[in-house]
């Protein structure tokens, strides 16, 4: 409820209309893209984006600075960060989804469990249900349609266990979570120094983590035959690995900002929003790999 | 920001206020809906006798399937966002929306992405052509080449839609004016926070489904083709995840309206007002858990059917709870029927049809029979059509005064109200009958059996037609030509805050917050 009685109303602006116009330029260059193999306009709608962006943030950031932002406003704030979110989680979900539907029911069901076995079995007669998923129906088949991977990224076993770039990812990212968690509370007792130290750290283990991931497509790609294209368990581990990768990039990516944001003395113990909406995300991001880290490594 | 609106077109095109923006969305959505109408008029006009007689199979094809994609996402649902722009801000005693220009940035979406979607129409392949429910493998394997454009389009909607909804929430838990505690909240607001809600909860679904769809046509994955272990129902399974909540993303905004117009009519209060804020959120949270009532055909093991019946049948009971409350508010009441109200009531009586329909196919037996067939479009335009879009015309007519200063023209009001539900009426209730009788639904042509209730299910949908063209002819002369109404309360018995500021609403109302006692 408000308390206060002014609430910064912005003046018109420009920046609206005009991420609206890069987000459909990315939208149809991405179209082109695909169909004509032509990149030139989802280059220009990115960039577009990317300046938006950019302006953006640094307006609502010199507004903050000016002392426009009431408290309520603040609120504002956090609220829109804390459902976008939960919007993000509800994204993972459908992958999560998708992998727990088809490992505890479309998988077995192919292989003959269930009600209509006696139909499926005359489809794919040969095909048996496993996880990871090495042989794929098309393959039981007889056709090379699809064909799975020669290796999979589950746990080796423990006498290979440090050899194992999963675990290290994991330790690497939870230790992350824990370095950033000391920023904040270093900021929160005003000590900058011990905050840029910690953020720092946070951010130089974001990027191993990167580093570590693509080491491991790497590997996946070249050595183990493991692709989108090798049936559903290349197309579900890429799928939640890369969206997953792709948030540490842009979580990576915010905490650099709020780093330097640091370095420039923009933050307080009572005013450090941005810093403390992009470690929101960050742990966020955090909770995602303790799930991926159970569901798609150990689990398997 | 004290002053007034900027000039010319930079007005809208940088505008930062709730009711500028809740505008163009009005409108915006208001061109949506004639567009989808005319693909509308265009399936009828094929299927107003049997044999193909205007346009090709193919065709038609892409006309179900953009009429309903732009029904949905471009008109319904942009419709009530812009009404929650006008009206959540003026019920609650705020300044304008929590975060303005990002409300600015979601409206400009819009246009950018059904232009893009329209635009397939003209590409080479044609738009797209696998229904409104996109089911995997039509909309992979067998899709035309534009499907990407779909794809891309649906994401940047769906982003629209996230920070709309995003912005709402933040609106109604944070501007709220002092003393407007959440249980003294206008219903209409909050439908809108549990939508808004669902909206933030489902979209990110929808999105995921696309984007698999995506890998799948253009990188080889195999989500949703069993040759590498995936299976086409998981699409089905996602879809219709997203798809149930959206439903009641589109009708429980209406509920809202139809919430704040019947006590004005009756002149007294809403019939058990706390029982609808439970109705509504009981409602939102089953939504989520009985989607596959879409799927009882897919071959689902029995204790699925069985479990996805019952839950679906449980929705009836918060729903019956609303529809009583409404009967209830107008019971001794001392009733008018001005042209709102005629919608209200409308609302209530058709929705009703349209949720034992419901009910009908929510009984899994006998849904292997109905399934895909014309009683499900009989169904979903009864409490689309008729709940949805009905109590959106009736808001409009309510809040017009408020909007314009200017008061309708009543006669033609409700003459306008009669052609709809005379039309629709005609157009909808034979679809169940076709439907029953075995008529499959997305089809161009039928046996000759059909050909006489065909017949006057199209008479009715012209008849509908030319009600939207009324009800536009309707808008515009009040706008431009209609009886100065400049008191504050433009109906007697209206309740709310909305009714304490002057008509037109200046720019910026609520600048200071209201104490609300
Ligand atoms: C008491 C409430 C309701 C019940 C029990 C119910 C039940 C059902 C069932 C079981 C189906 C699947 C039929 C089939 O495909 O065989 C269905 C379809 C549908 N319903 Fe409802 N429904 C209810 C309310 C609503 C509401 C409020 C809306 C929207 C405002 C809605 C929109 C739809 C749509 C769009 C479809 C068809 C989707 C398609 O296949 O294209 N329903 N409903
Ligand atoms: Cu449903």
């Known amino acids: 409820m408000s308390t206060e009685s002014n609430y910064y109303v912005p003046e018109e602006s420009r920046l609206p209309v005009l991420g609206a116009l890069a987000l459909g330029l990315m939208a149809l260059g991405a179209g082109l893209l695909l169909n004509d193999g032509a990149s030139g306009i989802l280059w220009v709608g990115t960039a577009l984006l990317v300046a938006v962006m950019y302006i953006w943030f640094r307006t609502v950031i010199r507004e903050n600075i000016a002392g426009m932002n009431s408290d309520q406003l603040k609120r504002s704030y956090v609220w829109g960060m804390s459902w976008f979110i939960f919007s993000e989680v509800m994204f993972f979900a459908v992958f999560f989804g998708t992998l727990f539907y088809v490992r505890t029911l479309a998988l077995p069901w192919l292989g003959g469990e269930g009600d209509r076995s006696d139909m499926i079995h005359l489809v794919w007669p040969e095909f048996t249900a496993q996880w990871p998923l090495m042989e794929t129906p098309s393959q039981a088949a007889g056709s090379n349609e699809f064909i799975g991977p020669d290796h999979h990224m589950s746990f080796p076993g423990w006498d290979k266990m440090f050899h194992w770039l999963p675990l290290w990812n994991t330790i690497i990212l939870l230790t992350s979570s824990v370095t950033c968690h000391f920023a904040h509370h270093a900021m929160k007792h005003d000590d900058r120094k011990k905050f840029n130290i910690w953020l720092g750290v946070t951010v130089a283990l974001g990027i191993i983590f990167l580093f570590l991931q693509y080491e491991e497509y790497h590997e996946a790609y070249t050595e183990m035959g493991l692709t989108l294209e090798s049936g559903i368990y290349g197309s579900t581990f890429f799928m939640l690995t890369g969206f997953h990768g792709f948030h540490v990039t842009m979580g990576t990516f915010m905490l650099l900002i709020q780093w330097i944001r640091g370095l420039k003395g923009h933050f307080s113990s009572d005013d450090q929003f941005g810093f403390e909406a992009s470690s929101w995300y960050w742990h966020f991001v955090d909770v995602v790999w303790a799930g991926l880290f159970l569901f798609v490594y150990v689990l398997a | ?517």
Do not use: C
């Open chain 2, 1 to 517: 920001m004290a002053h007034g609106p900027a000039k010319g077109i930079g007005r809208w095109l940088f505008a930062t206020n709730h009711k500028d923006i809740g505008t163009m969305y009005l409108w915006f959505s208001f061109a949506m809906f004639l567009l989808g109408g005319a693909f509308a008029m265009i399936i009828r006009a094929e299927l107003f006798a049997p044999g193909m007689q205007l346009i090709k199979p193919e065709f038609f094809n892409q006309m179900t399937t953009m009429h309903g994609l732009i029904m949905v996402f471009g008109a319904i649902m942009p419709s009530f966002v812009g009404l929650a722009n006008w009206m959540v801000p003026l019920q609650i005693g705020a300044p304008d929306m929590a975060l303005p220009r990002m409300n600015n940035l979601s409206f400009w979406i819009l246009p950018f992405g059904f232009a893009l979607l329209a635009s397939t129409l003209f590409m080479e392949g044609g738009a797209p052509n696998f229904g409104w429910t996109f089911y995997a493998p039509l909309s992979t394997t067998y899709a035309p080449d534009t499907v990407n454009f779909f794809i891309f389009g649906v994401h940047i909607i769906g982003a629209s839609s996230i920070m709309g909804s995003i912005n709402i929430i933040a609106t109604i838990l944070n501007l709220r004016a002092p003393g407007m505690t959440m249980m003294k909240l206008p219903l209409f607001v909050w439908t809108w926070l549990i939508t808004a809600f669902l909206l933030v909860a489902v979209m990110p679904v929808l999105a995921g489904a696309v984007t698999m769809m995506l890998m799948d046509i253009n990188f080889g994955t195999s989500f949703f083709d069993a040759a590498g272990g995936g299976d086409p129902v998981l699409f089905q399974h996602i879809f219709w995840f997203f798809g149930h909540p959206e439903v009641y993303i589109i009708i429980l905004p209406a509920f809202g309206v139809i919430s704040e117009i019947i006590p004005t009519f009756s002149r007294k209060p809403l019939f058990g007002y706390s029982s609808m804020v439970y109705a509504t959120s009981a409602i939102a949270f089953l939504s989520f858990i009985v989607w596959a009532h879409h799927m009882f055909t897919t071959g689902m093991p029995i204790a699925g059917e069985l479990y996805f019946m019952y839950a679906t049948m449980l929705i009836a009971v918060p729903t019956g709870v609303k529809v009583f409350n409404w009967i209830t508010t107008m019971f001794r009441g001392s009733l008018t029927f001005e042209t709102p109200m005629l919608f209200a009531i409308a609302v209530v009586i058709l929705f009703t049809f349209g949720g034992f329909t419901g009910l009908m196919l929510a009984v899994a037996p006998a849904d292997i029979q109905y399934h895909d067939s014309y009683f499900v479009v009989g169904h979903f335009h009864y409490v689309m059509v008729a709940g949805a879009v009905f109590s959106m015309s009736g808001a409009v007519y309510y809040w017009l005064p408020k909007w314009t200063g200017k008061m309708y023209d009543e006669t033609m009001g409700k003459m306008q109200f009669w052609i709809a539900f005379v039309g629709f009426n005609i157009a909808f209730i034979p679809q169940h009958f076709l439907g029953l009788a075995g008529m499959p639904r997305r089809y161009a042509d039928y046996a000759l059996q059909f050909s006489d209730w065909n017949m006057v299910s199209s008479i009715g949908a012209f008849m509908y037609g030319a009600a939207q063209l009324m009800f536009l002819y309707n808008v515009i002369s009040t706008i431009v030509s209609g009886k100065p109404s400049t008191e504050e309360k433009t109906w007697e018995g209206a309740q709310g805050l909305e009714w304490t500021l002057p008509s037109p609403a200046p720019f910026h109302t609520f600048s200071t917050p209201p104490n609300v006692k």
